[in-house]
């Protein structure tokens, strides 16, 4: 069995359409993909239908955005009820809060960083995605030659250090955890030590998230070492959290994250089903 339990659509930040990605994923060999797009559950719809075509099992998801004590932390949620109306809700402030956010951080391009890139850029550069993120302010600036890739104009211009940042809204970690387990659904907490969360994530702070409902931690993922993936599997055994893996896929928009690069083991796949509360909702098909 190969799982992949992390992927970004073109309704959020990926390239490949759902269909695309669901087909993409039985193509790779995998049995099992989840389709985790940012803050929203509007890839599900077109994703469950592709997935009865292409013969592969889909878990719905998504990755939601938190703050914990000021630092950005993303929440994979699994297999909840999208019309839970508290997570719902909270999704929709998320996602809506991104469109000013962005506009500001293009406006913010223009004066402070000299950029030609306009709002109508990061639209069509956007297309029909539903989630509107600094990939697609990247994709504008490539699209005007500005920058070079994704990497260069995060590295560069959009990076949390740089004068065209502006921070969106989102809510605290262990609010959105229990948002998704009243949901019914499975929080894991995505790459936690990537690009220098490791002070963020510590042990005892896992240990908090836990208590307050977290189920599993992103273990084997790109943006982690084989040293990083070995201390996050022992601190998964110790605080009881399931130990998960994925390849945080997005298409062409981020180089080398192919699917499956990074897989979950069937054990840690069995625990995430068994944690779906009552009120959740199943794999498809
Ligand atoms: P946002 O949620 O709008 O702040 O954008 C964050 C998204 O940008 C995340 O989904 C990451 O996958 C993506 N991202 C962050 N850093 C990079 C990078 N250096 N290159 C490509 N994509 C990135
Ligand atoms: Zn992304
Ligand atoms: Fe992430
Ligand atoms: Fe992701």
Request: proline share 5%; glycine share 10%.
């Amino acid at each position: 069995m190969r799982i992949d339990l992390h992927t970004h659509s073109s309704v959020s930040d990926g390239t490949d359409t759902p269909t695309a990605l669901v087909h993409a994923a039985a193509a790779a060999g995998l049995d099992v993909v989840a389709l985790t797009d940012h803050d929203t559950t509007a890839s599900w719809g077109e994703a469950a239908q592709a997935a009865g075509e292409a013969g592969v099992t889909l878990v719905r998801g998504t990755e939601i955005s938190t703050l914990l004590d000021g630092s950005s932390v993303h929440l994979l949620g699994y297999l909840f009820d999208p019309d839970d109306a508290a997570l719902a809700a909270e999704l929709d402030r998320i996602c809506n809060d991104r469109i000013p956010r962005l506009q500001r951080m293009t406006a913010l391009a223009q004066s402070e960083l000299g950029s030609q890139v306009t709002w109508e850029h990061v639209l069509t550069a956007a297309g029909d995605a539903e989630s509107v993120g600094r990939p697609h302010l990247a994709d504008a600036l490539i699209s005007l030659g500005e920058a070079s890739s994704r990497e260069d104009a995060f590295d560069r211009l959009i990076g949390p250090s740089s004068r065209a940042y502006v921070p969106k809204h989102a809510p605290d970690t262990s609010t959105a955890i229990r948002l998704v387990r009243t949901a019914g659904g499975v929080p894991v907490v995505a790459h936690p030590w990537a690009r220098g969360r490791r002070g963020v994530l510590d042990v005892a702070t896992l240990g908090r998230l836990r208590d307050a409902g977290l189920v599993g931690i992103e273990v084997d993922h790109l943006d982690h070492d084989d040293a990083t993936r070995a201390e996050l599997s022992r601190i998964a055994d110790e605080l009881g959290l399931v130990p998960t893996g994925s390849s945080d896929y997005h298409g062409h928009g981020k180089q080398g994250y192919g699917l499956g690069v990074c897989t979950t083991s069937p054990q840690s796949y069995e625990a995430i089903l068994a944690a779906v509360g009552s009120n959740g909702v199943n794999p498809v098909p």
